[in-house]
């Protein structure tokens, strides 16, 4: 059988396949286990493969490309328009053989093995942020509940931790001291995590040529740049800064028609945790420009003076975003701008 296009729906044991020809005929219509998954391919000419992107597909897509198929991964979202009817496994495999045929789809880059371990370095430490958050929350209301308040602030709420545990939680009953003890212990356990993961980051940041060049940029720290350069694999993949600003959800939504533009909320679609990074190291521009105007672009100034903070922070993430493309795609680094531009040497 000859079989030119394969769709692949990947699950956690069963996967789903659907292949056609030369002309579009069904060729192939079955459900794999996982065990014979790597065998099926391998006994495949050469053909064209498409997968939805998610957590498992760069895996299978450097396997699967071992062969010599052509392995393209799609965002669900684009897949979705093509599913008929009612969703199982075999329509949505169906979907994806569609999908990957039409020439104006976009596709995901593949990632290196290298890549995703950085990646799993920044969920790790993302899930242990939210972790402490939560501990901090805990012992905060459970505090204030014997009128006992905490000042702002992970700096004092990580004193308090160190007190309690060493024995300080006076005018609060036994049993609550107890469980505020061992909440306390599990925070200080956590910060210790942490800036063994951060010290990880940084070693990986010092052997990146890409991170080491982003962090050039005013208010792109090291996680920031590191999670960067473990995401864009391939940055010639967007035509444009706005396009890698728009692929990050930072662009307004549009809801044009009839030749009038009217341009709505930014639009958060794509990676929501790049996103958040980018708005929360502009946010420290814009803390500075309050303190310190003089140590930031004149340019941020002005904008402060006519905007709110919060719309101001968006406008220099999505600036950041295109500044972030042109040094990944061009190469350099960034240099001050000696008008109102950007400019990347």
């Known amino acids: 059988m000859e079989i030119t296009t394969v769709g692949l729906d990947l699950a956690k044991n069963v996967y789903q396949v659907h292949g056609i020809d030369s002309v579009g005929d069904v060729v192939v219509r079955k459900t794999l286990r996982r065990a014979h998954m790597l065998r ?62 039409r020439p104006t789809m976009r596709y995901v880059a593949i990632k290196s093995s290298e890549q ?59 049993l609550a001291a107890k469980m505020i003890t061992s909440l306390a212990g599990q925070i200080l356990d956590l910060e210790a995590r942490l800036r063994v993961i951060e010290r990880e980051l940084l070693a990986w940041h010092r052997s990146s040529d890409i991170a080491r060049r982003l962090a050039t940029i005013p208010g792109v720290g090291t996680i920031c740049a590191t999670a960067f350069a473990a995401s864009v694999t391939d940055p010639h993949q967007f035509r444009s800064g706005r396009q890698f600003a728009a692929w990050l959800g930072l662009t307004p ?25 980018l708005v929360v190291g502009m946010t420290s521009l814009v803390r500075r420009a309050k303190y310190k105007p003089d140590t930031v672009d004149r340019w941020l100034a002005a904008l402060l003076s006519r905007k709110p903070a919060r719309v101001v922070t968006v406008a220099l993430a999505n600036k950041a975003a295109r500044v972030i493309w042109a040094i990944m795609a061009r190469g350099g680094i960034y240099r001050a701008p000696q008008s109102t531009a950007a400019v990347v040497s």
């Open 40 to 101: 099926f391919f391998e006994r495949l000419d050469p053909c064209l493969v498409g997968i939805e992107a998610c957590g498992t597909s760069h895996y299978w897509a450097r396997e699967i490309g071992k062969f010599g198929h052509e392995v393209r991964l799609m965002p669900p979202a684009y897949v979705k328009p093509y599913v008929k009817r009612g969703k199982t496994d075999a329509s949505d495999a169906e979907a994806i053989c569609e999908a990957v045929s």
């Open 116 to 174: 995703q371990a950085a990646l799993s370095v920044h969920r790790t430490r993302d899930l242990f942020v939210k972790q402490r958050t939560q501990l901090v929350n805990m012992i905060r209301s459970l505090m204030a509940e014997f009128g006992i308040e905490i000042r702002r602030g992970i700096t004092h709420a990580l004193n308090l931790a160190e007190r309690i545990a060493a024995g300080g939680t006076p005018g609060i009953p036994a």
């Open 253 to 277: 939504l549009q809801h044009s028609s009839g030749g009038k533009e009217r341009l709505g909320r930014i639009s958060k679609m794509g990676d929501k945790y790049l996103r958040r990074l």
